[in-house]
């Protein structure tokens, strides 16, 4: 062992110490993420859709309420789009995200500064940096340096963070979509609710009108003889009542009204121009073909959970790197000089620098296990949110296909009921006015007449309102081309 150069010695002792630093380097063993994003095929729908008509051009268009045929919703829909506020909001948070991965990219790069600076003290009689002639003295220490500093990513963990803050970016940017959607979408709904308002408005008014003509023809029997103050006091509360009915519905029009204003981004008088809508019947719902495949693309809020599946992902990437060793470099050139008198700017005042580092993370109290445990939990968090997005997209779906059947179908039948329900009206109060029956005849039969009114303007209302959740349902339009 004498003769074993020394130089050979300290490479030895130098690469065991490394092995025994890295035997003991902190480590990722045994984390990792569990989560596994759904097969959209895997959701089976083809029963639920059987009788339904299947198109492949049955998604929404951009612009898809221009198919209910009322220009005025085409109105409201693009004063909406450009004055509400909700949308600035939205793409502020866009902004935001593209902020954070600007900050991500840079700090990819190197990084050069310029520094001036001037330092006054006395200096010891020992120190042994500084020249004779100034030790002792108060002195100005003066320098301009110019510095260079580069952590070279060697694993891509810099790369990753970036590709993290990307997709983030990408998924604010599908979400300000989004609610230029929902936006729409509020709008027309809001817009059917005020339609069924003026229907309400049209069911009392009718209501009015007969209970007034039953409490005339009351009066009349009564002022003949062949009727008493208690039924004519009994008419006349029941048009009170519908009075009472039509100052309802009248009120339900003013807010209405205010909810379109608030959503169009105006004060209250805009609400009061809105006039009555006169959307038309959607027609039969066909049901796009691949829809569990193809609706993953065409929906604003499946593909930003997807971005963020994917981001969550690249932050795992992130969080590994941080276990390696890494190179980072820096550089200084420059001048400096001691002495109050002396200038800075002269060659022999000149300094540089270099200085390469390894660094290699050995104990950290278990910080850096702790942050990819924290990445594994995000990324299983955004499956789950991916998950249970499609589940419910495709179960959504499912059911308004299946209550825009039902509600056609009760339309059909509350059309029958209303015409029987007239007549019955018409010969009920011929029967009272001729003497033939009592006031509790034209009573049900009136009471029968209202209900069927009511019932047939809520599910007239109902169908549109539905036909638009299920055109929101089917992504509204959206598009990632």
């Given amino acids: 062992m004498r003769n074993v150069n020394p130089v050979f010695r300290l490479s030895i002792a130098a690469t065991l110490a490394l092995c025994g630093a890295l035997a003991g380097c902190a480590t990722p063993g045994g984390l990792h993420p569990t989560g596994k994003t759904l097969d959209a095929r895997s959701l089976k729908s083809e029963q639920s859709f059987a009788n339904v008509p299947l198109s492949p051009t049955a998604w929404p268009a951009q612009d898809w309420w221009t198919r209910f045929g009322d220009p005025q919703l085409s109105t409201l829909i693009e004063e909406a789009l450009k004055n ?27 990084g050069a500064d310029l520094e001036a600076g001037a330092e006054g003290s006395r200096l010891s009689l020992k120190d042994p940096i500084y020249p004779p002639y100034v030790l002792g003295h108060f002195a100005w220490g003066k320098s301009v340096t110019a510095n260079f500093s580069w952590d070279i990513d060697l694993w891509g963990g810099k790369r990753d963070a970036w590709e993290a803050a990307l997709g983030r970016t990408r998924a604010a940017e599908i979400e300000a979509r989004a609610a230029r959607i929902q936006l729409s ?114 929906r604003a809020d499946l593909v930003a959970a997807r971005w963020q599946v994917e ?112 007549k019955s009206w018409r010969d009920a109060l011929a029967a009272y006015k001729g003497g033939v029956s009592g006031p509790l005849t034209p009573l049900t039969s009136r009471q029968q007449l209202l209900l069927t009114d009511q019932r047939l303007a809520l599910l007239q209302s109902q169908q549109a309102d539905l036909s638009i959740r299920l055109i929101d349902a089917l992504g509204g339009g959206y598009s990632e081309k």
């Fill in 84 to 110: 509400n506020p909700s949308l600035d909001e939205a793409q502020a948070r866009a902004r935001q995200a593209q902020a954070v991965t600007d900050e991500a990219y840079a700090a990819r790069l190197p």
């Fill in 185 to 298: 979408v509020n709008v027309a709904r809001a817009y059917v609710q005020l339609g069924y308002a003026f229907a309400e408005q049209d069911v009392a008014e009718g209501e009015l009108q007969r209970t007034s003509q039953t409490l005339r023809l009351t009066r009349r029997l009564v002022a003949g003889g062949l009727g008493t103050t208690q039924q004519e006091a009994f008419a006349d509360s029941q048009a009170a009542s519908a009075e009472q009915q039509k100052a309802q519905a009248d009120r339900a029009i003013d807010a209405a009204r205010s909810a379109l204003s608030v959503l169009l981004g105006q004060g209250p008088d805009r609400g009061l121009s809105i006039a009555r809508p006169h959307m038309l019947d959607a027609g039969l719902v066909a049901i796009p073909d691949q829809l569990q495949v193809d609706l993953i693309g065409r």
């Fill in 311 to 422: 981001a969550a992902s690249q932050d795992i990437k992130a969080a590994k790197t941080q276990f390696l060793p890494n190179i980072s470099l820096s550089a200084m050139a420059g001048f400096l000089a001691v002495g109050g008198s002396t200038n800075v700017f002269q060659l022999p005042a000149r300094t540089y620098s270099v200085g390469p580092a390894l660094s290699l993370p050995i104990f950290d109290g278990g910080r850096l296990r702790a942050n990819l445990a924290g990445a594994d939990a995000r990324y299983d968090a955004a499956v789950a949110h991916y998950n249970s997005q499609l589940i419910g997209a495709v179960n959504e779906v499912s059911d308004l296909v299946s209550a825009l059947a039902s509600v056609r179908t009760q339309i059909t039948l509350e059309q029958r009921a209303k015409q029987d329900a007239e």
